[in-house]
């Protein structure tokens, strides 16, 4: 089709294009999630379960998406972030570093992948002072070679915290995936089947030159990086060598030696997880109530299901660390919905990978429009200029609270 990013109304429509646009091999790791992609679906489902209660006679005139995280140390313009995700070379060329672009552009906050196709360094070369990234760790078996990945993050002064991935211990079963390496592989009779992109951490390589460049528009050529063993699909090789044996008591003691940047634990699922995630404050600063997308355990719970528990049995974490979330925010009315319930900000995963993939960093800009654009909207309709008057009392919760 000749449709651009910007002929997309929405997320649905720029997942569409991304779809027409990106090989079959990138899709399939895009789209995937876990088992019957059951907790991917609940996700996105959980935000209609949720009724809006407007006001009126609300002077709606100005509109102001903006706000701070982390105890105010973090100023965003709107309180949507991108977040890690490994990989974005597969999407397009742009990579990382057009997904930094395209955040600079709306000042929202992006979480780079431990297993990005671009190195730290190169993809927040170019940003200004005061535009702001986390650093998403995934603990490797051998410490050390995340020790020197810390020690490279902390030379990066725009990266402003550490977000440590604990939902994923092991690779979930990414039927998607799996089934595109096996089909393409027996259709071409060897296991040759490469890719473009060479994961950061993997590759050990601390230099900041340019990766391998891509032979065409997103051919897949080169398997360096990922152990060679890509028969199991993307997620499954990028797996390779992930500590699975991480522990409240052992971990954040390590954590603390390597590093003073706040921790943000990433994939917290249970209140009783989110509450002794607040014991650890104030090294923990924060925590991500995240399924990964579906992509880890399915049938795990939306992030949505967990913030009404943590309202329900431990609502005095809301005051002293931040909870945000993410999994299947498509709409702006998703986005307004968890800030209601006290979340501080609200991560998209797949919609930037789909925006890269449909327009390259235009594609990422044009997600972003789209996403602030309907957020400011919903909180005129309600009634709501400012982000923290965003409450309770603008959301109604009953259907949820029947599950
Ligand atoms: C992810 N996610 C992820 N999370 C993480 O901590 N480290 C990573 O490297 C990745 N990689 C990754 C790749 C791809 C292709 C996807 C789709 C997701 C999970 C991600 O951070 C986030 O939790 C989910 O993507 C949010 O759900 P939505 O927005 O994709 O529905």
């Known amino acids: 089709s000749t449709q651009t990013v910007a002929d997309c109304l929405n997320l649905d429509e720029i997942e569409k294009l991304a779809d027409e646009k990106i090989n079959r091999k990138a899709w399939a790791y895009y789209y995937s999630a876990a088992d019957d992609l059951v907790t991917k679906s609940h996700n996105n489902k959980a935000y209609g379960q949720i009724l809006l209660r407007p006001r009126v006679f609300v002077d709606c005139t100005l509109c102001d998406t903006s706000t701070t995280l982390l105890s105010s140390k973090l100023k965003v313009d709107i309180p949507i972030f991108v977040c890690p995700a490994a990989m974005a070379r597969l999407g397009h060329p742009d990579g990382e570093k057009g997904i930094a672009q395209a955040c600079a552009k709306y000042s929202a906050l992006q979480i780079i992948s431990n297993n990005a ?86 590759s050990g390589s601390s230099s900041t030159t340019t990766p391998d460049p891509l032979t065409g528009p997103h051919r897949i050529t080169d398997v360096e990086g990922l152990g060679g063993d890509t028969s199991g699909g993307v997620g499954n090789a990028l797996f390779a060598g992930t500590a699975p044996d991480l522990k409240w008591d052992t971990t954040l003691p390590w954590l603390a030696k390597h590093t003073s940047l706040p921790i943000i634990l990433k994939g917290v699922q249970t209140h009783e997880d989110v509450y002794l995630a607040s014991l650890h404050a104030p090294q923990v600063q924060g925590v991500l109530l995240s399924n990964h ?111």
């Not at 070679?145 to 690779?171: G, Y």
């Not at 400011?376 to 009953?398: A, S």
């Open 293 to 403: 997308g579906g992509r880890a355990l399915d049938t795990a719970p939306p992030a949505l299901h967990t913030l009404m528990e943590v309202r329900k049995y431990c609502p005095e974490v809301l005051e002293k660390i931040d909870l945000w979330v993410d999994g299947g925010i498509k709409r702006g009315t998703d986005v307004v919905k968890a800030l209601c319930l006290g979340a501080k900000a609200v991560g998209v995963g797949r919609a930037a990978l789909w925006g890269l993939g449909a327009g390259g960093t235009a594609g990422v800009e044009r997600v972003l429009e789209i996403l602030k654009a309907e957020t400011e909207t919903c909180m005129r309709l309600l009634g709501v200029g400012k982000v923290e008057e965003l409450g309770m009392q603008h959301i109604n919760t009953r259907v949820l609270e029947r599950d």
């Open 117 to 202: 196709s671009m190195t730290p360094e190169q993809i927040v070369a170019g940003a200004g002072s005061d535009q702001v990234f986390g650093w998403q760790l995934y603990v490797q078996d051998d410490r050390s070679k995340s020790e020197k990945m810390l020690r490279r993050i902390h030379a990066l002064p725009n990266i402003k915290f550490i977000c440590l991935t604990l939902d994923a211990p092991v690779p979930g079963k990414r039927e998607h995936d799996e089934r595109e390496w096996k089909v393409k592989q027996s259709m071409a009779g060897s296991t040759a089947s490469t890719l473009p992109v060479r994961s950061s951490l993997q």
